[in-house]
Structure formats: structure tokens, C-alpha cells
């Protein structure tokens, strides 16, 4: 009898599931699955692979894709990020983090997996719930209402994690650090808003591990419970650029910083965390460390 784990990874081909899947590949305790969009124009077009075979079809039809209920730790780390509001990006935020982890939480509410969830903070702040700072953040919270209600109503367990900004090389999502690091290393200016918001930036590794960590993760009958994702350090916008310069030992010229946009509307200007930080993980990295040794 195989005693292996079954783990599901949900969004394999994005920068976080990616590496997250790169991680878990050679651990002797797990079998990895996989399932992920196909680059196919249908939007409910997915493909399952395990380890004996790969299925494709509309992860709406049960009779395709029943084998994920039989998935024991499940990571939901897909997403759509952009920030628009047009009805073409409300249709792939909507698909991508609502209706997704709807889905799947649905084929396995008869099971007994671990859902690990792969949210964000800025629907949230301290003791203050809001419909979210953008329409990427509310529907991600929407998904992750869904699985609460789904966590309570049958056997799986959730833990939710609310990650704050995270910051890896090689990011192809347009995200502010990496935006500051590209302009100061080509020295080129850099337009911010006026910078007073506080950022507390989480290095991606650092991410990869926390996830990885719930492999051995003990886990109860049923539960619902969440952590925040956060770094050691808390930065103000406007001071970003500087710091990221002496971490890099690069000069910064002051003229190259404008800080002349506006705030978003519901701009997050305070870092207040709601959850505690995950106790399985406690190594931390400041992005002064992890920009120095790039």
C-alpha cells in the first residue's frame, strides 16, 4: 500500500506555484499532482496530472476530474493579479480566484484534505473587514469565503494565508519592488505616489517555505485557521528607493524619484496585521538581505 501523500498543487505554471512545485518535486514522503489552466481559449479548460496519467477537459464536468477528491493536502496558489475593472478583467479575476477555489473545494468537501489557500491581506485590516482595496483583493476574498463555508459544512480543513508584498527576481507581474530595483539598476526616474502608505515586503523564498512546511503540518479533523505572510521590516513607499539603492550599493540620485501620483481610493496606509505569522516557520529574510545577495 503506497503511505505516500497525495498533494495537489492548483496553479503550478505561476511564479509562486512554480517554485512551490519545484520544491516538493523530490520529497520521498509526497506524490505530487498538478492542475492548471490550459493555454486553450476556454476558460474552464484544465489539466489534472498525477503520477500515473494527465487528463484534460472542463473542470466543471465532475466525471473528468473526480480523482482530486482523492487529494489529501491541496495548495491553491492560482490567481489573476491585474488590477483593472473592465468586464474582461472582472471575467478572469472572478474565474481565477473565486470561482476556482470554489470549485475545488467542492470536489473535495467529501474527503478529509487540507486546503492551504493562498490569499491576500488588503481586503483586511487589524479588526476592520472592507470590500477590499481592489476587485483582485475582493475576489479573493470571495474564494476564500467560499471555502470557509465549505470547511464548516463538511470534513476538509483550511488554513488561509494573507500574504502581504512579495518580492522575488524574475517576477513577470509588474509589482512595485521590482519596479524601483529595475529603474535604480538602469538608472533611470521612477514615478511613486506621495509614499507615506507602509509596505511590509515578504521574500518569496521565505513564502515557499512557510507553504512547504505544511507538508508535515499537523493537522486536525476539521479546522478553519489563518496566518499573515509578512517580512521583518516595515517601509514607507517614499523611503523605498533609497533603501533598495544602499542595499544594492548602488547611488540614488534624489531627482529620479517623483512622488507625484495619486493614491489609490481605498488606499491601505498602515501595516496592521490581523493574523499571527505561521509558528511552523520562523526564518524570516529582510529584503535588504535577499537584495544584497542577488
Known sequence: MDSKLKVLIVGSTGYVGSLLARRLKNE???????LDRTKDVDAFKFT??????????????????????????????????????SVEDASNLVL??????????????????HI???????????????????LYSTTKAAGELVLRYLSDSSTISLTALHTYDIYGPNQP???LINYVVERIRNKQPMDLSQ???????????????????????????????????????????KDLPFYVAKSLGIELESSLVNLGL????????????CHPLP??????????QALAEE
Open 48 to 85: 489534472l496530472n498525477t503520477s500515473q496519467q494527465a487528463v484534460i477537459g472542463d473542470l466543471r464536468k465532475e466525471e473528468t476530474f473526480s480523482k482530486i477528491s482523492e487529494a489529501k493536502l491541496v495548495f491553491l496558489i492560482a490567481a489573476d493579479t491585474r488590477r483593472g475593472q
Open 279 to 288: 509558528k511552523h516557520y520562523q526564518n524570516w529574510t529582510t529584503l535588504r
Open 262 to 273: 495619486p493614491y489609490r481610493p481605498r488606499e491601505i496606509m498602515k501595516f496592521e496585521p
Open 116 to 134: 492551504v489557500h493562498l490569499g491576500t491581506y488588503s481586503y483586511r485590516q487589524g479588526e476592520t473587514n472592507d470590500i477590499g482595496q481592489t
Open 28 to 34: 520521498p514522503q509526497i506524490e505530487l499532482w498538478t
Open 173 to 175: 507581474q509588474k509589482r
Open 195 to 237: 509614499g507615506e502608505q507602509e509596505i511590509r515586503p515578504v521574500v518569496v523564498r521565505d513564502v515557499i517555505e512557510a507553504l512547504a512546511g505544511f507538508v508535515k503540518y499537523k493537522r486536525h479533523e476539521k479546522f478553519v485557521e489563518a496566518f499573515d505572510l509578512y517580512g521583518p521590516e516595515t517601509l514607507k513607499v
Open 96 to 113: 481565477a480566484n473565486a470561482w476556482l477555489p470554489s470549485l475545488v473545494g467542492s470536489y473535495l468537501e467529501k474527503s478529509a484534505a
